[in-house]
T-cell receptor, first 115, second 113 residues
Framework: AQSVTQPDIHITVSEGASLELRCNYSYGATPYLFWYVQSPGQGLQLLLKYFSGDTLVQGIKGFEAEFKRSQSSFNLRKPSVHWSDAAEYFCAVAPYGGATNKLIFGTGTLLAVQP | NAGVTQTPKFQVLKTGQSMTLQCAQD?????MSWYRQDPGMGLRLIHY???????DQGEVPNGYNVSRSTTEDFPLRLLSAAPSQTSVYFC????????????FGPGTRLTVT
C-alpha cells in the first residue's frame, strides 16, 4: 500500500535560516507528489507539485522541492525562512497516471519560526 | 469564483444524531473528495467522486455516506454521529484541465459529544 512519511513532527528554525522538510514515500512507480501548507485555522494551499520532468520544482512563496527517485524522497526547501512561514506542512502522493482526487497525506510537520 | 465552499464552519452534535456537511464548488470541476483531519494523522480520504452520479470509498468511509447528483455539490452525511467522528472535515475539488490540482475548502470543525 502507498504511504507517505514525514519523520519530523515539529521543527523550529530561526528567521532567515534555511529550511528543509523531509518526505519519503512508498510506492511501486513514480507517483505524483505534492506539498501543501496549512496556516492555523485555515484550509490547505498547494505549494508545489511534481508530475514528471525536471526533478527540482519551484513553488510559491520561495519554496522548492527535489524529487529523488533513488531515495523515494521529495524534500521541501527554502533558503531563508520568514516568520510568516510558520504553519503546518503536508506532503502528499497520488498514483501515477491520475487519481489525484485520492491523495495520501503524510502526518505533517509543524514549523515554528523564532525571531 | 467562490471556489470550494463548506457549511457549516462549526457544528456540535450529540452521539447518535445525524447531519449533512455541505460542499459546493463553482469551478465545474469533475472530481470532488472529502477528507478528515485528525491531530498527528494528517488528512485521510473518506469518499470521492469522479463525476455526477459516481462515488467511491476512500480510506475511512465507515459511518459516512455521500452522493453526487450535480457537478457542483458533494454533501457528506453522518448517519449516526459518534465521538470518533470528532474531526475537521475538508472538501476538495480538482479537474484534469488544471493538472488535477486539488482546491480545498475552508473546512468544517465537528465535535460529537
Amino acid at each position: 500500500a502507498q504511504s507517505v512519511t514525514q519523520p519530523d513532527i515539529h521543527i523550529t528554525v530561526s528567521e532567515g535560516a534555511s529550511l528543509e522538510l523531509r518526505c519519503n514515500y512508498s510506492y511501486g512507480a513514480t507517483p505524483y507528489l505534492f506539498w501543501y501548507v496549512q496556516s492555523p485555522g485555515q484550509g490547505l494551499q498547494l505549494l508545489l507539485k511534481y508530475f514528471s520532468g525536471d526533478t527540482l520544482v519551484q513553488g510559491i512563496k520561495g519554496f522548492e522541492a527535489e524529487f529523488k527517485r533513488s531515495q523515494s524522497s521529495f524534500n521541501l526547501r527554502k533558503p531563508s525562512v520568514h516568520w510568516s512561514d510558520a504553519a503546518e506542512y503536508f506532503c502528499a502522493v497520488a498514483p501515477y497516471g491520475g487519481a489525484t482526487n485520492k491523495l495520501i497525506f503524510g502526518t505533517g510537520t509543524l514549523l515554528a519560526v523564532q525571531p | 469564483n467562490a471556489g470550494v465552499t463548506q457549511t457549516p464552519k462549526f457544528q456540535v452534535l450529540k452521539t447518535g444524531q445525524s447531519m449533512t456537511l455541505q460542499c459546493a464548488q463553482d469551478m465545474n470541476h469533475e472530481y470532488m473528495s472529502w477528507y478528515r483531519q485528525d491531530p498527528g494523522m494528517g488528512l485521510r480520504l473518506i469518499h470521492y467522486s469522479v463525476g455526477a452520479g459516481i462515488t467511491d470509498q476512500g480510506e475511512v468511509p465507515n459511518g459516512y455516506n455521500v452522493s453526487r447528483s450535480t457537478t457542483e455539490d458533494f454533501p457528506l452525511r453522518l448517519l449516526s454521529a459518534a465521538p470518533s467522528q470528532t474531526s475537521v472535515y475538508f472538501c476538495a475539488s480538482s479537474t484534469r484541465d488544471r493538472n488535477y490540482e486539488q482546491y480545498f475548502g475552508p473546512g468544517t470543525r465537528l465535535t460529537v459529544t
